[in-house]
């Protein structure tokens, strides 16, 4: 019934741009916080963006400035625009929810950076 379903990757130049969507059902969404994480190979799961239920947002330094962060409660959805896209911005990214016990997780997007 739960379900987070992102959307958006794809292959982009150096300096290019991507909006990365997540799409959540099964949750009264409003209730949760929210955040997107990354994991190249070989690398550690990083998080880079959160979005409180209060709407303040949070980045991770290699990517502020450059990331933003964003949630429609009306559509059950959360955005990722993401700038000047570096070659060490690829990886699979993937959109989390979380609400006291409850954590949940989807299958990610791949964004790859490469000219």
């Known amino acids: 019934q739960v379900q987070l379903v992102e959307s958006g990757g794809g292959l982009v130049q150096p300096g290019g741009s991507l909006r990365l969507s997540c799409a959540a059902s099964?949750?009264?969404?409003?209730?949760?916080?929210l955040a997107w994480y990354r994991q190249a190979p070989g690398n550690q799961r990083e998080l880079v963006a959160s979005?409180?239920?209060?709407?303040?947002?949070d980045y991770a330094n290699s990517v502020s400035g450059r990331f933003t962060i964003s949630r429609d409660n009306a559509k059950n959805m959360v955005y990722l625009q993401i700038n000047s896209l570096k070659p060490e911005d690829t990886a699979v990214y993937s959109c989390?929810?979380?609400?006291?016990?409850?954590?949940?997780w989807g299958q990610g997007t791949q964004v790859t950076v490469s000219s």
């Open positions: 989390n929810a979380k609400f006291s016990r409850f954590d949940y």
């Open positions: 099964g949750i009264i969404f409003s209730f949760y916080s």
């Open positions: 979005v409180s239920t209060n709407g303040a947002t």
